[in-house]
């Protein structure tokens, strides 16, 4: 009798039927308020009708056409609406399947234009499971452990993480600075350096917001040694943070931005988006590519999901019911001395779990989130221990669903 792999571990117990907006309906037919949204994916919620529509009709006309084989609207359709949300100078995309695709199309990218071999990535940083992907990765070591050699050519710089340091945002990001620089002069030569690649809100690694200074002493490096700046949105983009890019929040540019999750409510997709005169003029021909990129069904609910991210106000609303949130996490967070921290941007927040002297309580953490499941709100834990509680609802959460959910992480705290 064949099964699932045992190794995939399953955050909650629930078997779904269905979903409807911001809940998941199980089997038996309890309702849950889904605040994981398949990890930052259904953006518009489950199911969102036109979402659906806009699928069911695509999958009428073609489901597949592959795109280095024949052109299809809506993939034409998708590279023009992105247009209207892409940071200016960025024009030009690459479409695949997942973050992971992406992330090692972006490296490719990367290396190609500059003609080096090295990427440096942040501590924390989670880039996808694929080798090259998790070669790039330190959120955790079970996405890297066992299958060693990984990619050669990564090296490892501080992010500034003032909770984990137990400094103030100044303090560690002057320090995680001054420890690139020592890098640059001690690993990785600037002129052996082809990327920095960074998410502006550490994911995996337990929801850790970037600073202004931090994003800004990155784009002053790369411009100075000419190493590309990589900007992985494929968690923060499409609104999450209460901003429509995560590094929208910082004052920060890319050379390269990755995308995926959020971008189709739920339908297979990822890109990386460049400037023309790096994607046309940097890349060598034959180097992107693949069956699946692009796929017609998952473009058509893309551009659904633009459609009612713009339409329905869900990059303002991100903003406002996270600050409801985070307000009502905070609250609740001053009465449990076992969460040390409350962190994050929009619709983007986590809990830390901490014991009196500062060390993570992955017990705990563990604890509620199972008992938060039970009581009928679903959250997902992260961080290198797996002592952070993250929130990440759908962006048309509602504020009544925001105070559902905060007293059921209430009674689940006690």
């Not at 959120?139 to 066992?146: D, E, F, L, W």
């Not at 990785?188 to 920095?196: I, N, Q």
């Not at 303002?316 to 307000?327: K, P």
Request: with cysteine.
């Amino acid at each position: 009798m064949t099964q699932l792999s045992p190794r995939l571990k399953q955050a909650t117990p629930v078997v779904v039927d269905h979903g409807e907006g911001v809940y998941l309906f199980d089997t038996a037919g309890r309702r849950f308020l889904d605040f994981t949204a398949g990890i930052g994916v259904t953006s518009t919620g489950h199911c969102h009708p036109r979402v659906v529509e806009a699928a069911q009709a695509q999958v009428a006309k073609l489901i597949h056409g592959q795109y280095t084989t024949v052109m299809h609207q809506p993939l034409l359709a998708l590279t023009e609406r992105l247009g209207e949300v892409l940071p200016a100078g960025i024009d030009t995309l690459f479409f695949a399947n997942s973050g992971s695709e992406a992330v090692e199309a972006s490296i490719r990218l990367a290396r190609m234009a500059t003609g080096r071999p090295n990427i440096i990535v942040f501590s924390g940083g989670f880039h996808g499971r694929t080798v090259a992907a998790a070669s790039l990765t330190t959120s955790g070591t079970k996405v890297r452990a066992g299958f060693a050699p990984l990619m050669a050519g990564v090296s490892v710089a501080p992010f500034p993480h003032a909770y984990h340091y137990g400094w103030d945002e100044d303090t560690a990001t002057k320090f995680a600075l001054r420890e690139l620089d020592f890098l640059l002069a001690t690993q990785s030569a600037p002129d052996d350096t082809a990327a920095f690649l960074v998410e502006p809100v550490l994911g995996e690694g337990g929801y850790v917001p970037a600073s202004t200074a931090f994003l800004a002493g990155l784009r002053e490096r790369a411009d100075r040694y000419g190493i590309q700046l990589i900007l992985d949105e494929v968690q923060t983009g499409f609104g999450r943070t209460g901003r429509f890019w995560g590094h929208d929040h910082f004052d920060s540019r890319a050379d390269i931005l990755v995308m995926a999750k959020g971008i189709a409510s739920g339908f297979p997709l990822s890109a990386i988006a460049a400037p023309a005169a790096l994607m046309m003029k940097k890349s060598w021909p034959g180097s992107q590519g693949g069956t699946y990129g692009g796929n017609a069904v998952a473009c058509a609910a893309a551009v659904a999901t633009l459609d009612v991210i713009q339409s329905e106000g869900l990059v303002e609303n991100s903003a406002v019911q996270g600050q409801r949130l985070v307000a009502g996490l905070r609250a609740t967070a001053a009465d449990h001395k076992e969460i040390g921290d409350v962190r994050g941007l929009g619709l983007m927040l986590a809990c830390e779990f901490t014991t009196a002297d500062g060390s993570p309580d992955t017990a705990t953490a563990t604890r509620v989130h199972a008992a938060a499941a039970a009581n009928g709100l679903l959250l997902l834990t992260c961080g290198p221990f797996g002592n952070v509680v993250r929130m990440i609802p759908p962006l048309i959460v509602t504020p009544a669903q925001i105070d559902e959910a905060l007293a059921l992480w209430t009674t689940s705290l006690t």
